[in-house]
């Protein structure tokens, strides 16, 4: 097992869900750390370009000599390397794999039905969008009361793994529902999870890496704004 002495560093940007990852996992263990933003509508970093040379993206844990890339792994890592109280990812062989593969589904599925909401071209386009989101919610809710088993949290008294792959993507889903006008998450069709979400965003861990809505807002409207207006044909970064 790695040595937990050492620096540690984040890099990555405030914006990315992802980062938002690695940092709640840090805070969650008490470890302290340097954040290093990123600019990538500036051009990517050497640092970034010689810590992940394979994908060239964030987030970066560097840990003394180490690098870490791809947020879950970073967050098993992290899990790992610092062992004390609080566990994030389960112990129980079963309730871990759970965790990882619902992960994996917002990973895969959800966030980017998500992301389809903005860039969806035409009013039908839109509303299919929000359909395949909710669709995604509904069974995130269920997923919720079998996890958490009543408690508060999917890790069940306090924030988990799949707290951490679902929260991050809090602050875009309020992004979603301010530029929609629809109530994503509410007391009809997902109440445990609109009560998880508050929880979530209030604990010490996230609250102060969470970015303000508005902020958010502002920026997603940039992000696309630049691709739409990009010619065909360039592709993305």
């Not at 062992?83 to 990812?89: G, M, N, Q, T, V």
């Not at 793994?161 to 889903?173: T, V």
Request: glycine residues 8%; aromatic residues 8%; hydrophobic residues 40%.
């Amino acid at each position: 097992m790695a040595s937990s002495d050492g620096e540690v560093k984040v890099l990555g940007t405030w914006s990315s869900p992802f980062v938002m990852r690695a940092r709640i996992a840090l805070n969650l263990k008490s470890v302290s750390h340097e954040f290093l933003q990123e600019r990538l509508w500036e051009g990517k970093s050497q640092l970034l370009l010689k810590s992940n040379p394979v994908h060239k993206k964030v987030p970066v844990l560097i840990h003394g000599h180490n690098t870490i890339s791809e947020s879950l792994i970073i967050v098993q890592y992290i899990d790992e390397v610092w062992s004390s109280a609080p566990c994030i990812l389960p112990s129980q062989p079963h309730e871990r794999a759970t965790a990882r593969f619902w992960a994996a589904y917002l990973d895969e599925k959800w966030f980017p039905s998500m992301r389809a909401v903005g860039m969806a071209e035409g009013e039908d386009a839109r509303r299919a969008a929000i359909g395949q989101v909710e669709e995604g919610l509904v069974l995130l809710e269920e997923a919720f009361g079998e996890c958490s088993k009543g408690r508060p949290f999917f890790g069940g008294d306090r924030i988990g793994y799949l707290d951490i792959a679902f929260g991050c993507f809090l602050g875009w889903l309020r992004v979603t529902e301010k530029m929609t006008g629809v109530m994503l998450l509410n007391e009809t069709n997902t109440p445990r999870l609109l009560k998880w979400a508050h929880r979530f965003c209030s604990d010490d861990a996230v609250k102060d890496v969470m970015p303000e809505t508005e902020k958010l807002a502002e920026f997603a409207k940039m992000i696309m704004s630049r691709v739409k207006g990009a010619a065909p044909g360039t592709g993305k970064s």
